[in-house]
C-alpha cells in the first residue's frame, strides 16, 4: 500500500534537494585550499604588482597616455635636457623602444628633440608646456590609482609596506 501524502506536505530532503530555509543565506562555497604558489611572496608581490599596473594604466589611460610613455615623461621632466641613450639607461629601457616613444611624445608636441648642448651628436629631450601638463595630470591620476591599491592599509601600514618594498626591491638609498 502506498502511503498518503498530504498536499501541503513538501517532500522530505535529501542530499540532492536539499535547499536553504526561506530567508536564509546560501551555503558558501568553500575556499579553494592555498597551494604552495600562493604563499610565496614573489607571488603575492607580483599579484599586488599586477593589481597596481592595471590600476594606473587605466587611470593613464583616461588621460590618453600609456605607462611607458608616462615614464619617459616623467624621467624627461627630471633630467631634462636628457641624452635619449642616458633616457633609455635612467628607465632600463632599450634604446630602440625609447626612439618609438619618444616619436609618439613628440608627434603629440609633449617633448621637443634638439642637438645635446654639451655633444652636439647626440639629441637632447625636453618636455614641452604641454608634456608638462599632461605630465601633472598623469601623475595625480597615478596617485590616485595607488590611493586606490593601498586602501585596505591603515597610514602606519602604508609606511611600513612602503619601506619594506624598497628595502627587498635593492632600492634603497
Do not use: Y
Not at 75 to 87: E, G, H, K, T
Not at 95 to 123: E, F, H, T, W, Y
Not at 160 to 172: A, N, P
Amino acid at each position: 500500500m502506498a502511503a498518503e501524502t498530504s498536499p501541503t506536505a513538501k517532500p522530505p530532503r535529501t542530499a540532492e534537494t536539499t535547499e536553504p530555509p526561506p530567508g536564509a543565506e546560501p551555503p558558501r562555497k568553500p575556499e579553494p585550499p592555498l597551494t604552495a604558489i600562493r604563499a610565496l611572496p614573489s607571488w603575492l608581490l607580483g599579484r599586488a604588482a599586477a593589481r597596481g599596473r592595471t590600476l594606473v594604466a587605466d587611470a593613464l589611460a583616461a588621460e590618453g597616455l600609456k605607462m611607458w610613455h608616462h615614464v619617459a615623461l616623467s624621467a624627461v621632466r627630471d633630467l631634462a635636457p636628457v641624452a635619449q641613450a642616458d633616457l633609455a639607461r635612467g628607465i632600463a629601457l632599450d634604446p630602440k623602444d625609447l626612439v618609438g616613444i619618444l616619436n609618439d611624445l613628440q608627434s603629440a608636441g609633449l617633448v621637443v628633440r634638439a642637438p645635446d648642448p654639451g655633444d652636439r651628436r647626440k639629441n637632447a629631450v625636453s618636455l614641452t608646456e604641454e608634456g608638462g601638463l599632461l605630465l601633472e595630470r598623469c601623475e595625480q591620476a597615478a596617485r590616485t590609482a595607488n590611493e586606490e591599491l593601498l586602501a585596505p592599509l591603515t597610514t602606519a601600514e602604508r609606511e611600513l609596506f612602503m619601506l619594506l618594498l624598497t628595502r627587498i626591491s635593492g632600492t634603497e638609498g
